[in-house]
């Protein structure tokens, strides 16, 4: 088995795992900045924020203790970001759903990319890697469990704010 080649996966995955937080950050800030009439989804997607920054700058350490850069390999993050704009329905009647639905989408994204990143890891040796992957892992989780929970909640606010309410419904 050539350790150079997991190496070089490992070192590569790290760098698409720091970039795919910078857009995550990005898309939910934009989301946050919207949202006026859901103060519990609100709040939340402002804390995941708090997380998403600490966890750029976790992968960030790992990758400098490798001795890597986190420079370019913004392609895989990007495409995708690219792809969930079609459904962050910005111009659409029901975009707090929309954003939602999209927030929910890209932490599994997410979820998938650190599963792989932890067997990696786990393969190359390197221990405190794993053991950071593994930790960001479970808060993206408690992420897509806090949205698969409430999801059905603010479609209810929603649904009920748009009969009586009409558009403020929308964010
Ligand atoms: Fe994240």
Sequence with gaps: MDNKVINEY???????????EEQAETMLTSQAGRIENYPELKAKVEQHIRETQSQGQ????????????????????????AMMQGLSGTVMADEVLKGAMASYTFEHFEISAYRELAAAAELAGDAETKQVVDAILREEQAMAD????????????????SATEGSSAKR
């Design 146 to 161: 806090w949205l698969y929970e409430h999801l059905p909640q603010v479609t209810r606010q929603f649904l009920e704010r």
């Design 10 to 20: 490992l070192d590569q995955w790290l760098r698409d795992a720091h970039a795919m």
């Design 58 to 81: 976790r992968i960030r350490t790992c990758l400098e203790r490798r001795g890597s850069s986190t420079s370019g390999a913004k392609d895989m993050a990007a495409k995708f970001t």
